[in-house]
């Protein structure tokens, strides 16, 4: 009879106890890699919901926001890449927002999960898979859609003691804890943060950097624009905010790894520079509230009301969550070709 692969917690504490104490950024990959290829965690039986699950209007407005850009830009041929796609919702709902505004655009979907895949190849029975954006397209301009994508690649954490060291996870048998690493020098800690107080908290995420400059560099010599919409700061900012959510509550993020969802807040500042040291405009950040609001959101809401009068009453509870609860803490950042026009509803915030 073959062995059973171990679990993951008896996988990562076997890795420790061989080769010693992993950085957060590992033990965080290894984790929601687990995570999001076992299971469709979204939903009210999932863990967690997200703004296109809330209501139709979030896609739609979405799928606008690419088709103005799309149309004064003098309708190229383009490819609509939306990467974490969720269940699929929030591109079907911008592609038949976008359909009726003249733009039918090939499909990529960048996902690795399985059970995902299987969701959005339902919702998008023409979209093309990717596991990495190195095989997007190369021969057109691209429309990338990036909702709470960012906050789930891994992070490093930095913590100041008498010096600065990276935060690391070691294990005791199948329990977790984050330990204090080698000290590190100042010079690559921020010059405004280096003297901060003891127990300061650092985070930085290079791989959310390293994607961001591989898409701003595509989208500079192919044209086209990007749209990451996520909850996060303008920094360098000091905190920590790791964080595990489990069943639509929050949770130990050092407890049973694999088994929720695991993010950090997503430094738009950095993600900013990353773009323009490849030659993008960078617009904003911008809250959701003002992304969505600039984009119509009342107008909907009003039309679908009147369209649907049974509906109404949820509906605005439904803009009240989009606009109010997750208004402020949410943000969007728009990356475009220095070609291309301002886009919507960030035409007074560009760099």
């Not at 996870?169 to 020098?185: E, H, N, R, S, Y």
């Not at 969505?292 to 679908?304: E, K, S, V």
């Not at 049974?310 to 969007?332: I, N, S, W």
Request: charged share 20%.
């Amino acid at each position: 009879m073959p062995e059973t692969e171990p679990l993951l917690p008896e996988r990562l504490a076997r890795a420790i106890a061989l080769a010693g104490p992993i950085s957060i950024a590992q033990y965080m990959a290894a984790a929601n890699a687990h995570y999001y290829a076992t299971r469709d965690p979204l939903g009210a039986a999932g863990d967690f919901v997200t703004a296109p699950e809330i209501s139709q209007m979030f896609g739609e407005l979405i799928g606008l926001w690419c088709a103005d850009l799309w149309d004064r830009t003098g309708r190229p041929d383009v490819a609509w890449v939306e990467l974490g796609p969720g269940r699929g919702t929030l591109a079907a709902d911008a592609l038949r927002a976008m359909a009726k505004a003249g733009l039918t655009p090939h499909v990529h979907f960048v996902e690795t999960s399985p059970t995902l895949r299987t969701a959005q190849a339902g919702a998008v029975p023409a979209a093309t898979f990717h596991d990495t954006i190195d095989t997007l397209p190369t021969d057109r301009a691209l429309i990338v859609v990036a909702n709470e994508f960012f906050d789930a690649l891994p992070i490093r954490q930095l913590v100041k003691r008498d010096q600065w060291h990276e935060r690391l996870v070691a294990a005791q048998d199948t329990l977790f804890l984050p330990i204090a690493g080698k000290a590190l020098p100042d010079t690559i800690i921020p010059e405004p943060l280096r003297d901060s107080p003891a127990g300061s908290v650092l985070e930085a995420s290079p791989a959310a950097v390293a994607i961001m400059r591989a898409l701003a560099a595509r989208i500079v010599a192919q044209g086209g624009a990007l749209l990451a919409i996520d909850y996060g700061h303008e920094g360098p900012l000091l905190g920590d905010t790791l964080q595990a959510v489990r069943g639509h509550a929050f949770a130990n993020p050092f407890e049973a790894p694999g088994e929720h969802d695991l993010t950090a807040h997503v430094d738009f500042t950095t993600l900013a520079a990353a773009a323009q040291e490849r030659g993008a405009v960078a617009w904003g950040p911008v809250t959701q509230r003002d992304l969505l609001g600039g984009l119509g959101i009342d107008t909907r809401t009003t039309t679908l009301a009147r369209a649907a009068p049974e509906r109404a009453e949820q509906l605005v509870a439904d803009r009240r969550r989009l606009m109010d609860d997750m208004g402020t803490l949410f943000k969007a950042l728009a990356i475009t070709a220095p070609a291309w026009p301002a886009p919507a509803a960030f035409a007074e915030s560009g760099a």
